[in-house]
């Protein structure tokens, strides 16, 4: 078997079947070291040779499937968002809020995501993606049912702080998602995080509409049932998705190719990583 261009190793200077072989292996590891290095993508060549493989100019399987059922089950949960806008001050006029009550309700779910964001966070990276979105999603599902039900300034309050635990599990989940599928086609990075943000603001035009019809037919807890219901029908989408972690996976590549590697042969390929770099 011939040597590969580029290897390092001089096998004129020796006969034995061990050093080539050990060769080819120091070559092929080196090239993984190099894929790890660098952001795993899709070459858009090996993309658009068959059409049957794409889905919206995406790989199909990789990214379009994924980002296709992450945009559908958010489009959903936007309309129930978008809902819940009209019915609000009706809502604390019905209950007998207070202005200064009703600015603290609103209040609560963002002093939650601002004490949960960082764990969360981290959650997102050790549990998974996928895990802390359903999770989040079934907790802002469960959060809007109880506000449906609440009457109180002290039964709201626990509501929207639960409303607000669920958004930070779950938004900080599908922005690490989509992080990952974009790093797995870079060069349509802007797109789909663009396609995320329109399919949203559809959802956030459409809602109102809704709402407003629910809240005059009703009454405006009402409303509060339909975006449930919509954080449910998401977690049933998310649960669809297939776990991904790109950074997780380069990290397992690198230690199982490390474990088959001695000291010195890993340094010396360092160092051909960083000449290549240089």
Request: aromatic share 4%.
């Amino acid at each position: 078997r011939p040597v590969p261009a580029g290897c390092y190793m001089d096998l004129s200077k020796s006969r034995s079947i061990y050093t080539h072989l050990a060769c080819l292996h120091q070559r092929h590891a080196l090239e993984l070291l190099e894929q790890r290095s660098l952001p795993r993508a899709v070459e858009p060549e090996a993309v658009t040779a068959d059409d049957d493989d794409l889905l919206f100019g995406l790989p199909k399987r990789d990214v379009g499937e994924p980002l296709a059922i992450l945009l559908a089950s958010q489009f959903v949960l936007f309309i129930g968002v978008g809902a819940l806008l009209p019915a609000l001050p009706l809502y604390a006029q019905n209950i007998g809020l207070s202005g200064s009550a009703n600015g603290i309700v609103l209040s609560a779910p963002a002093l939650a995501m601002l004490l949960l964001n960082l764990p969360a966070g981290k959650l997102v990276d050790s549990w998974g993606r996928k895990q802390m979105m359903m999770a989040g999603m079934a907790v802002i599902a469960l959060s809007d049912l109880a506000t449906s039900q609440c009457r109180t300034v002290a039964a709201l309050i626990p509501a929207r702080l639960a409303l607000g635990a669920g958004r930070a599990a779950a938004e900080n989940g599908d922005r690490a998602y989509l992080a990952d599928l974009t790093d797995r086609f870079p060069t349509a990075r802007g797109t789909m995080s663009g396609s995320q943000q329109a399919i949203q603001a559809l959802g956030l035009v459409i809602g109102p509409l809704i709402g407003g019809r629910a809240v005059e037919a009703f009454g405006a807890p009402t409303v509060f049932l339909l975006i449930s219901g919509a954080a449910f029908a998401c977690t049933g989408g998310y649960s669809l998705l297939p776990d991904i972690n790109v950074a997780a996976e380069r990290e397992e590549k690198r230690i199982a190719l490390s474990m088959d590697m001695s000291v010195e042969e890993e340094e010396e390929m360092e160092r051909e990583l960083e000449a290549i770099k240089a």
